[in-house]
């Protein structure tokens, strides 16, 4: 046993390595000149300099990545509260209301989640052409304001809470949306800040959507804008690597933060009574 499970570890800790280590060799690359870069001999930089950043810092005209970055900030965050909002509210109507088509409304909202969202493109397009959102941070926010992974996690986890919790409150005199506020929130925070960093992370990722539905250069995130700094730079490896370092960066330290929280989450939502 204690062999076999010394196997596991290896395979494990093998895994985590190589997951890891294009991460840490594009750290490593962005502190290095482009000379160094092209021709390869040594995986750390023999000459490390911050010109690259510096570069980056110092055009902003030419490279507005602290715009992009606020932009992937704000619509990144306005989406993770929306979608927590929504579905927790939604999930907790489905589990605990039972209004009528209760169960038909969860169905097609599980249904919704095998329907490939680039089909949805055009559509959308066109009814965000006529509210005149396109090339403004709504085109990004509410389109994705709603998750039916997020009301599928979170009615699992209300159904599986005790009645008799909301019944002691219900005789202290509480409502339904107070029970909800006092009651289920609370005890749902685990659950909740594993969604929440799972949409946040979604979102920061998104690539499709601020391509599709942004024009202006000022209105890009960061994934298109640095696709964008990657093709009019391509040549010049340093700065590309030290622009994929600003757009990882903020993921790496909100994983690294709250890596204690995604796992209680994913631990309480596989506990069932």
């Known amino acids: 046993m204690n062999n076999r499970f010394s196997k596991l570890e290896i395979i494990a800790v093998l895994a985590a390595f190589l997951g890891i280590a294009p991460v840490v060799l594009m750290i490593l690359t962005s502190f290095k000149p482009d000379g160094e870069v092209v021709k390869f001999e040594s995986i750390l930089p023999k000459t490390p300099t911050l010109e690259n950043y510096r570069h980056i810092a110092a055009n902003p005209e030419e490279v507005p990545i602290l715009r992009w970055l606020f932009n992937s900030v704000f619509v990144s965050t306005s989406v993770t509260l929306l979608v927590v909002t929504v579905t927790s509210l939604a999930a907790y109507a489905l ?25 949805l493109l055009v559509p959308l397009y066109m009814i965000l052409n006529k ?25 699992a986890f209300f159904k599986s809470v005790p009645r008799e919790l909301e019944e002691a409150a219900a005789i202290d005199g509480c409502s339904m949306l107070r029970i909800y506020w006092h009651v289920m929130l609370p005890i749902s925070r685990p659950v909740l800040a594993t969604l929440a960093i799972f949409v946040f992370l979604g979102s920061w990722n998104d690539f499709l959507s601020p391509l599709v539905f942004t024009d202006s250069v000022e209105q890009f995130t960061l994934p298109v804008g640095v696709a964008l700094f990657q093709s009019s730079y391509a040549s010049e490896y340093g700065l590309t690597f030290a622009a994929c370092v600003i757009c990882t960066l903020p993921v790496l330290l909100l994983f690294a933060i709250f890596s204690r929280q995604i796992m209680a989450g994913m631990v309480a939502g596989a506990l069932k009574d």
């Open 131 to 155: 509210l005149g959102w396109i090339d403004t941070p709504l085109a990004l926010i509410l389109p994705h304001g709603a998750s039916a992974f997020g009301v599928f996690l979170l009615h």
């Open 95 to 119: 589990a605990r209301v039972q209004p009528p088509g209760g169960r038909v409304i969860f169905t097609l909202s599980l249904a919704c989640m095998m329907v490939p969202g680039q089909i």
